[in-house]
């Protein structure tokens, strides 16, 4: 089956990186997203990765992918507090025909000033 | 260009009664997603329509359907409301099925007392 595990929480300080870690047991996994929630909104993407790169940057997000170990981490330069919120991992399974999204429960990203 | 808009924004019913939800994709996008967030289970799919076809169903009771009109604008409907249904229940919208990049709306909150 699929799974999506994440941390719940992270806090930073203002101008530090953030990290959030996020594995998944799908192997046939084609997208790995990241999606950001504040308060009382829906999902912003914010940016995904295909399964056979190893890397993609956009601005201050990084993202890594360790397929081996499928691994997928979110790096957010200069954080900043208006990067508060709650950041989900999702898996979309290479099913040709279907869009479904796997998400993590969610990790908490605190930015204090 | 317009996002994916849900309609209403919040809603109060009560047990047993029914409810009928509206999410309107972006302009183009013919493919709809549903998806059920609460804070025990997290995000969960529920179903996916493209060209007023269902293609894929999560794992809800029949009491959860949806459908989905010639101008891609969807509808999902729940009878007999139980407690539990309280959630936020978000669309996304793709330009086609199996569409790598789906955009969500900022949902509907369902309270049900």
């Known amino acids: 089956g699929e799974d999506v595990e994440q941390s719940l929480f992270l806090s930073v300080r203002e101008g530090d990186s953030s990290v959030i870690n996020c594995t998944y047991t799908?192997?046939?996994?084609?997208?790995l997203y990241w999606y950001k929630q504040e308060p009382g909104a829906g999902l912003q993407l914010l940016t995904y990765i295909f399964s056979n790169m190893d890397m993609k940057q956009d601005q201050r997000l990084t993202v890594l992918l360790n397929k081996k170990d499928k691994h997928l981490s979110l790096r957010i330069a200069d954080t900043q507090t208006g990067d508060s919120a709650i950041y989900f991992c999702?898996?979309?399974?290479?099913?040709?025909?279907?869009?479904?999204?796997?998400f993590g429960k969610g990790t908490m990203l605190l930015v204090s000033p | 260009k317009a996002g994916v808009t849900q309609t209403p924004r919040y809603l109060i019913k009560t047990r047993g009664q029914q409810v009928t939800l509206s999410c309107s994709p972006i302009s183009g996008h013919r493919s709809v997603s549903w998806y059920q967030q609460t804070p025990g289970q997290g995000l969960q799919f529920l179903f996916e329509?493209?060209?007023?076809?269902?293609?894929n169903k999560g794992n809800f009771p029949g009491r959860f359907s949806g459908r989905q009109f010639s101008n891609s604008r969807s509808e999902m409907n729940v009878s007999t409301l139980e407690l539990g249904d309280s959630a936020l229940y978000l669309c996304a919208s793709s330009w086609r099925e199996g569409d790598n990049e789906q955009f969500f709306g900022p949902g509907t909150r369902l309270t049900v007392l």
């Open positions: 329509y493209f060209s007023e076809t269902q293609r």
């Open positions: 799908d192997s046939s996994s084609t997208y």
């Open positions: 999702a898996e979309s399974m290479a099913i040709v025909g279907y869009s479904t999204l796997t």
